[in-house]
């Protein structure tokens, strides 16, 4: 009869221990899911319409969802007097990013990792002639703490014309 008893006891110890180790094993992996969707929209990458929209960025967003924000994109004039291009990572940002500026698949500019609130410039008129061009734009996202961690990337046009 003490037997028994104390086998029963072993049991529901048992059971108790499983049960707990199972609520563990659920916790964590909720905890995981979370972890990984909040590191998911932390990667998206929003682009304004405009660079004039840049300069109040997306002030009316009502949703409260992590993103990294870059500059609008819109057609850019420039000339001898003016030759620069801005890669600028907004302030909000809290990632580096880099650029790297390619015009038909030429790398004609790579900048450093820029931290927030910080932006490069390049004279786009001493690497291209006049006229109209079409620049893309390779941006990639770094963590601030670790600089080597990439966090997403993205490719953007820009019409871009050059006058001399």
């Given at each position: 009869m003490m037997k028994e008893k104390r086998q029963s006891k072993i049991t529901i110890i048992v059971i108790i221990l499983c049960l707990i180790l199972l609520a563990l094993s659920g916790l964590s992996l909720v905890l995981s899911l979370r972890s990984m969707k909040l590191s998911e929209q932390c990667c998206q990458m929003k682009v304004s319409e405009t660079q004039s929209d840049y300069v109040n960025p997306l002030d009316q967003q009502?949703?409260?969802e992590a993103y990294t924000e870059l500059m609008g994109f819109g057609c850019l004039d420039v000339?001898?007097?003016s030759p620069f291009i801005y890669l600028?990572?907004?302030?909000d940002n809290e990632v580096?990013?880099?650029?790297d500026v390619l015009?038909?698949?030429r790398s004609l500019y790579k900048s450093d990792l820029i931290a927030p609130?910080?932006?490069e410039q390049f004279d786009i008129c001493s690497v291209l002639d006049a006229g109209k061009h079409t620049l893309t734009y390779?941006?990639?996202s770094y963590d601030l703490n670790d600089k080597k961690v990439l966090w997403a990337g993205v490719q953007q046009?820009?019409?871009v014309s050059i006058r001399k």
């Open positions: 009502q949703d409260e000339d001898t007097n600028i990572n907004p302030s580096y990013l880099s650029f015009y038909e698949g609130g910080k932006m390779s941006i990639s046009n820009q019409d």
